[in-house]
């Protein structure tokens, strides 16, 4: 609730006039308007530590195309081609900046806008101005020539490709059911296959010049910034554009209309069934009183229809699964208010939803919801002024942003405050009520039902559903309500921890040591566990534990399914003298919560706690050992998941191609044979593997020495496993399968080399994986436009001495041998594209990147443990503030060479099956 009371209040701080004081834009803002017509909005932010934001916004969507065609998204693609100006693509400008699409440069196509971000960094490659000049040229110099558009078609269509899904399919349904009459029905931003295969260079070029106008655009400026050198700089940039009227788009108002209108919303291949009534009703602007008191009593009623419609649910308990309300404001001007019964029976739904719509007219809201929530948002707004105070560079940028796009202003906190609370005080209860049943009498209504495919629906007819609306608003009372099913039982509460229940407190210290630089304490316990303790003051006064015992589910005595089943169970299983109802019950009350994750190396139990409390957990952690288990119902649970699952063939293809055998994990039926007892048997075992307990916090208390010492150090232990660790074989090994339902590829590349691991050679090879990344995604997008994304991974495996290196990228099943060999192409001349890397900008990046990361107590935690693992000590924690030194050309040349070998490689290609259709 205090989300969405902060989000409304929010919109209150975006607009709008009261007798407090006119609209206005906060005095830190500079606002202004070119010659053109350009609109700009600077924010400084006085900090010298910050960066700066540029945010381009072009007032163009797919609702502005003439025809259902993807243009708008188009266009973004395309700006990033050639450009006049520059004389090659911008993909090119950004590569040879060391910036990455992305990250520093980014854009996003939405139904009524089109936007283009570039994110800074301190001293960044361009400055404020250059920065300036760059996101004039990419949206007004753009070549948009013929050639880059037959190349980018295919890039555009592979997102598609990507994209089409069930979820977005049904999603544009129920978008053209809730909009009908709208051109927001049919106009998808990404486009569809049609739209994009037929458009042409001279249909691009002329939503181009229609609607990428100054006039049609608002510029965003925001971190630290000297505001008059950023308008000289943005004339300078922008003001050569012409000056054109900024282009009409009224169709942007959803219209409306006077009637009940009713669709059906199914695909193929949905599984959810549910019916939905909904109206469609005008708002007021944002900048009248009128607006911004409706737009106030919006979020109030909105909470408190949803809680009306929940009081009613069970009482149609046997039509309908849940009974739901929502409401969205679509567009400009709009507002939708849906009700929601999910239920296999449409027809009994129907008559449902509109007798709570009635019942909603007649009975009102809830007075006690009401002042509850009166309260909470006059707590609210009185706590925003100061939360207003704290917003960074970023959150500015946001919040004007949305203000442009909704029409709004960004005001100063304190006439937003005063605004706020003379609004809130022209809000009654009786006022909400009347606005509640003029909002349920509008005429624009719409019913629609949503059917899993394959199922036969019949839709009502308009006449029927308005003689059943007409017939619940003739009854002079309403019948009495009846629970359909009993009352729900009263919420028990957590058990009490049993008194006979305690864990062993036998343990002892039997050494300890401390270093200096870093400040690091140990201590050897008596179970054979080692504490490693990093005296380290964290941000929220936490102590960070992570406690990692070898090896994980890649062990030979019970193997990777077996280990994770068990470990997963009884986790869940919880403590073995209460019920599962019980054990959840206790569970909900504990804050913070163990997390135990079995991975294919170690089993790592980890916690973030304060240091007062770290004791209790550390019992809660033997306690869970020694009195848990894994239930029968579990286990019936998981044998009932997996009685209709067959093993993978593609799964057992692949490891067959990458270690010579199929995969073991394929076994289902000897998981489902185990019992409860010896899955039990197989997770205690994990457990009972030695430990050492990596912590960064502040200097431990005796407190925390003692459970250490006397509860961990008694937790039975016995060294009994030990790691099965599959290697890729040797040589070049390629196979394909058939696997996709549509016409899609997809191609997944596994490499290894040798290593001898340690930390700084991981930190060096890291450095190496946005290099092939971006190389990559040079040749296989931009050059061959053959792809729209891809995965690149490097990663280094203490426990095999290995560097493993994955690719995968989606494509059109005709261009999978042709994208492979490129891709290969490129990974054989990684030395030579290493050996032209900008060492200088590398630095620098990974200088600001640690800058943020070192903040982080997990960093610590994650490289304390790395650094005992090597070297058994944490000199580590020392060197790697100087890792950034460690980065030269020699090193990135010769680790590339090392790596980039395609002699060791598995190309698994997954192929369309026969039956695969066509994505349209």
């Known amino acids: 609730m205090r989300l969405l009371l902060i989000a409304v209040l929010t919109l209150l701080c975006l607009s709008s006039p009261s007798a407090a004081a006119q609209p206005g834009w906060d005095p830190r803002i500079a606002t202004g308007q070119l010659d053109n017509g350009l609109r700009y909005f600077l924010y400084d932010s006085g900090k010298d530590t910050d960066p700066f934001n540029i945010r381009l916004i072009v007032h163009a969507g797919s609702v502005d195309e003439p025809v259902p065609s993807g243009i708008a998204h188009i266009l973004e693609h395309m700006v990033f081609q050639t450009n006049a100006a520059r004389g090659r693509s911008m993909h090119e400008e950004i590569e040879a ?57 295919f890039v555009i269509l592979e997102e598609l490709r990507q ?37 042409s260079i ?226 009654t209860f009786e006022g909400l009520n009347a606005r509640l049943r003029e909002m349920l009498d509008a005429k624009d209504r719409v019913l629609f039902y949503q059917a899993p495919g394959g199922v036969a629906v019949m839709l009502p007819s308009v006449a029927s559903v308005e003689a059943e609306r007409a017939r619940w608003a003739a009854m002079a009372e309403l019948p009495p309500r009846k629970l359909s099913k009993p009352e729900p039982e009263i919420e028990a509460k957590a058990p009490a921890w049993p008194g006979d229940r305690k864990v062993d407190r036998s343990g002892r210290i039997t050494a300890e040591s401390r270093a200096t630089d870093p400040d690091v304490i140990e201590w050897r316990l008596s179970n054979g566990d080692t504490v490693v303790w990093l005296v ?64 294919a190396e170690h089993l790592d139990a980890g916690i973030a706690a304060d240091p007062a409390a770290l004791p209790g957990q550390l019992e809660t952690y033997a306690a869970m050992i020694a009195f848990g288990g894994v239930r029968t119902e579990a286990v019936d649970a998981l044998r009932a998941q997996m009685a209709g699952e067959r093993p993978d063939p593609v799964a057992a293809r692949r490891s067959e191609l990458l270690y010579g055998t199929p995969e073991v994990a394929d076994d289902l039926q000897a998981l489902t044979r185990l019992t409860p007892d010896e899955l039990s048997r197989i997770a205690r075992t994990h457990f009972e593997q030695p430990v050492t307990w990596y912590a960064v916090g502040p200097q431990p208390g005796p407190d925390i020495r003692d459970s250490f010492a006397a509860v961990i150090g008694a937790v039975p232990r016995s060294a009994s496993l030990t790691a099965d660790v599959a290697l890729q074989r040797p040589g070049r090994h390629e196979a394909r399968v058939e696997v996709f339902s549509d016409d899609r590829a997809r191609v997944e590349i596994s490499l290894h080399a040798g290593l001898d691991w340690t930390p700084e050679a991981s930190f060096v090879i890291s450095t190496l994986t946005p290099i092939a990344q971006q190389s990559l995604k040079k040749t296989l997008r931009n050059e061959l436009g053959g792809i729209y994304s891809l995965e690149f991974e490097l990663e280094v495996d203490p426990e095999q001495d290995r560097v493993l ?3 995968a990228f989606y494509c059109a099943p005709d261009r999978t041998e042709e994208l492979t060999q490129a891709a290969l192409a490129v990974l054989d001349r990684m030395p030579e594209i290493a050996r032209q890397a900008d060492v200088a900008k590398i630095r620098a990046d990974i200088a600001f990147a640690e800058g943020s990361r070192l903040t982080d107590p997990n960093t610590w935690l994650r490289r304390l443990a790395l650094s005992y693992r090597r070297y058994g000590d944490a000199g580590y924690l020392r060197r790697m503030l100087g890792l950034g030194d460690r980065i030269t050309t020699q090193r990135l040349e010769a680790h590339a060479r090392h790596i980039f070998q395609t002699d060791n490689l598995a190309i698994l290609t997954k192929m369309p099956l026969a039956t695969a259709v066509d994505v349209q």
Request: hydrophobic residues 40%; neutral net charge; glycine residues 6%.
């Open 97 to 153: 900046l060391g910036w990455r699409t992305g990250v520093q440069i980014n854009a996003v196509t939405r139904e009524a806008e089109t936007q283009f971000m570039l994110r800074t960094r301190p001293d960044d490659a361009l400055d404020l101005a250059g920065s300036l000049q760059f996101m004039a040229d990419l949206v007004m110099k753009p070549a948009l020539e013929a050639e880059d558009w037959e190349k980018e078609r």
């Open 163 to 199: 994209t089409v899904s069930v979820a977005d399919r049904v999603s544009r349904l129920k978008k053209a059911a809730l909009r009908t009459g709208s051109r927001y029905v049919d106009r998808p931003t990404i486009g569809t296959h049609a739209g994009i295969s037929r458009t």
């Open 202 to 427: 001279e249909e691009i070029r002329s939503f181009y010049q229609s609607f990428y106008r100054a006039s049609n655009m608002t510029l965003i400026v925001s971190g630290r910034v000297d505001k008059e050198t950023a308008r000289q700089a943005l004339e300078q940039a922008f003001a050569s554009s012409p000056r054109l009227a900024a282009p009409e788009r009224d169709y942007r108002i959803l219209p409306l209309k006077q009637d009940l209108s009713i669709h059906r919303v199914q695909d193929e291949q949905g599984s959810s069934s549910q019916a939905t009534y909904a109206f469609r009703l005008p708002m007021p602007n944002r900048l009248t009183q009128t607006g911004q008191l409706a737009y106030l009593q919006q979020y109030f009623l909105t909470r408190l229809i949803l809680d009306a419609v929940q009081e009613q649910a069970p009482y149609h308990a046997a039509v309908t699964e849940n009974l739901g309300f929502a409401a969205q404001e679509t567009t400009e001007e709009r507002l939708i208010l849906a009700f929601n019964a999910r239920t296999g029976n449409h027809a009994a739904a129907t008559s449902v939803l509109l007798e709570t719509v009635e019942r909603l007219k007649r009975e009102g809201l809830s007075r006690d919801g009401f002042e509850a929530l009166m309260k909470r948002a006059r707590t609210v707004n009185d706590n925003n002024r100061e939360a207003a105070e704290s917003r960074t560079y970023a959150e500015w940028e946001d919040r004007i942003a949305s203000a442009v796009l909704t029409g709004s202003v960004v005001d100063d906190p304190a006439t937003r405050t005063a605004r706020t609370i003379a609004l809130l005080d022209r809000i």
């Open 536 to 599: 380290r003051d964290t941000p929220d006064g936490k102590v960070y534990l992570s406690g990692q015992s070898h090896p994980g589910f890649q062990n030979t005595r019970f193997g990777s399914p077996a280990s994770q089943a068990a470990l997963q169970l009884f986790t869940q299983s919880g403590f073995a003298f209460w019920s599962q109802t019980e054990n959840d019950l206790w569970a909900a009350e504990q804050s913070p919560h163990w997390s135990i994750a079995l991975k």
């Open 805 to 807: 290196g994955t690719l």
